[in-house]
């Protein structure tokens, strides 16, 4: 079965008992606080992630050598409420291996809403969408994102972070 470009999508919520504000600061600021180590694309792990606060900044990772690995670009920025940036990242063409491809034809869109509920809790929605334009293995990789250790697990990790609770 062919999956669509409405179904090539990937839905994930989780809610914090953090205002708005820390939210949104802990998803763009700390990302390395919380996001898997073993989730890494540059050949080793990461020291930090960067995700340059305009859009069209970069979205990347950088090891303790100081070596970069894209990610994305930033293509929404509407603090404390709204992120989205493109994802560059995928099994490569002729490979297996998850790494970078910069041909922007090919990147899919992460779209992060933070919605404040009350004065001490946020809901943050995140859609994962277009990943048919990462290739023919779509249903494939649509499983992936929707897997546990995929955005459900990471957004786990995030809320963890965001609440200050250990992982």
């Keep these: 079965m062919q999956v669509t ?3 090539a999508v990937v839905r994930k919520s989780v809610r914090v008992e953090v205002p708005i504000e820390r939210a949104f600061s802990v998803f ?13 694309i540059g050949a080793t792990a990461f020291e930090t992630i960067i995700v340059e606060p ?3 900044g970069r979205w990347y990772e950088r090891n303790v050598e100081g070596q970069q690995c894209n990610w994305g670009t930033v293509l929404a920025w509407d603090a404390p409420h709204h992120v989205a940036f493109s994802w560059h990242v995928g099994p490569g063409r002729e490979s297996p291996e998850w790494g970078y491809d910069a041909d922007p034809d090919r990147a899919s869109r992460v779209d992060v809403r933070f919605r404040a509920e009350g004065e001490g809790a946020t809901l943050v929605e995140l859609v994962h969408s277009g990943l048919e334009r990462h290739g023919a293995e779509v249903e494939q ?8 250790d995929a955005w ?16």
């Design 5 to 7: 470009s409405e179904e």
């Design 152 to 167: 459900s697990g990471i957004l786990t990790l995030y809320a963890q972070a965001a609440n200050g609770k250990e992982a």
């Design 54 to 56: 305009r859009v069209g």
């Design 28 to 40: 763009v600021e700390q990302m390395e606080s919380w996001w898997p180590a073993s989730h890494h």
């Design 141 to 148: 990789l649509r499983a992936a994102f929707d897997a546990p």
